[in-house]
């Protein structure tokens, strides 16, 4: 059985194949608290799956819950500024 490959990976590779630019990185970075918050918020919601919550899971799901809401904002609020003209520059 004959395979049939690239020889050169350099004549098929693809832009998206070579990694994330500085821009990426730059995105990866302001998105960051989201991204832990969520996975915070989930971790807590993993931890009652099997069993009644208690008031602390309520409480621990809760302010997770207010943290992931903040750091929506907060991403919102960065993108918004982003298109927002400086004033007085």
């Known amino acids: 059985m004959k395979t049939i490959v690239a020889l050169q990976a350099v004549v098929t590779a693809a832009d998206f ?3 994330p630019t500085a821009a990426d ?3 990866i970075k302001a998105e960051m608290p989201l991204i832990e918050a969520e996975a915070e918020l989930l971790d807590a919601q993993i931890m ?3 069993r009644t919550p208690s008031e602390v899971d309520e409480q621990r799901i ?3 819950r207010r943290r992931v809401l903040a750091a929506r904002r ?3 609020n960065l993108s918004a500024a982003a298109f ?3 004033v007085g520059a």
Do not use: F, K, T
């Open 84 to 86: 927002v003209p400086e």
């Open 48 to 50: 009652i799956l099997d």
């Open 74 to 76: 907060d991403l919102a």
């Open 17 to 19: 194949d070579r990694g």
């Open 25 to 27: 990185w730059a995105a």
């Open 62 to 64: 809760r302010r997770a």
